[in-house]
T-cell receptor, first 114, second 115 residues
Framework: AQKITQTQPGMFVQEKEAVTLDCTYD???????LFWYKQPSSGEMIFLIY??????QNATEGRYSLNFQKARKSANLVISASQLGDSAMYFC???????????FGKGTRLHILP | EAQVTQNPRYLITVTGKKLTVTCSQN?????MSWYRQDPGLGLRQIYY???????DKGDVPEGYKVSRKEKRNFPLILESPSPNQTSLYFC??????????????FGSGTQLSVL
């Protein structure tokens, strides 16, 4: 069973609009971390934002925020005021468990339209 | 500068010719991992290591070997590459084990083509 599910293979969004990228996860471990990474066309993996399972507040980093709904096991990435440079592949990932496995979703390709 | 150095950046080889992709980090991280990225499949973990001389299989270990003789290095070995191993490979490192709040630092990737 997939532990990280990203249901949107691709999205098109108008520049300056806000965009939400969906991520749901599955774990029975009470301690875990959720991460979002951006992969532009150049290929490198860029860390965006982190949310811990015990964090009471949603994480924010500049234009990025994480909508963490623990009961629903969702960790959606919200990008406010999108820019052309936000066009990229976005991956959600989870780190959990005593074996310290770090699992990634299949990604969402975001296209920002001028 | 803190970094994960992965080499080579691009590699074209033929079926059956052994190859090694090197990975080195300068952050004294215990945790190191290899991923492969394929269209529509995201990043899948090949092997990971929680410390020197400790390695574990990820989700797609078949056809790959790793070793962790030193803390900083974690090479990926393909003893007999096949075309289905054509992929983009990433090495990553992090503090660990047990530090579930620590992010992964990634290398720049290796695009491997097996003909």
């Amino acid at each position: 069973a997939q532990k990280i599910t990203q249901t949107q293979p691709g999205m098109f969004v108008q520049e300056k609009e806000a965009v939400t990228l969906d991520c749901t996860y599955d774990t029975s471990d009470p301690s875990y971390g959720l991460f979002w990474y951006k992969q532009p066309s150049s290929g490198e993996m860029i860390f965006l934002i982190y949310q811990g399972s015990y964090d009471q507040q949603n994480a924010t980093e500049g234009r990025y925020s994480l909508n963490f709904q623990k009961a629903r096991k969702s960790a959606n990435l919200v990008i406010s005021a999108s820019q052309l440079g936000d066009s990229a592949m976005y991956f959600c990932a989870m780190r959990e468990g005593p074996d310290d496995k770090i699992i990634f979703g299949k990604g969402t390709r975001l296209h920002i339209l001028p | 500068e803190a970094q994960v150095t992965q080499n080579p950046r691009y590699l074209i080889t033929v079926t059956g010719k052994k190859l090694t992709v090197t990975c080195s980090q300068n952050m004294n991280h215990e945790y190191m991992s290899w991923y492969r990225q394929d269209p529509g499949l995201g990043l899948r973990q090949i092997y990971y290591s929680m410390n020197v001389e400790v390695t574990d299989k990820g989700d797609v270990p078949e056809g790959y070997k790793v070793s962790r003789k030193e803390k900083r290095n974690f090479p990926l070995i393909l003893e007999s590459p096949s075309p289905n191993q054509t992929s983009l490979y990433f090495c990553a490192s992090s503090l660990g084990p047990g530090n579930y709040n620590e992010k992964l630092f990634f290398g720049s990737g290796t695009q491997l083509s097996v003909l």
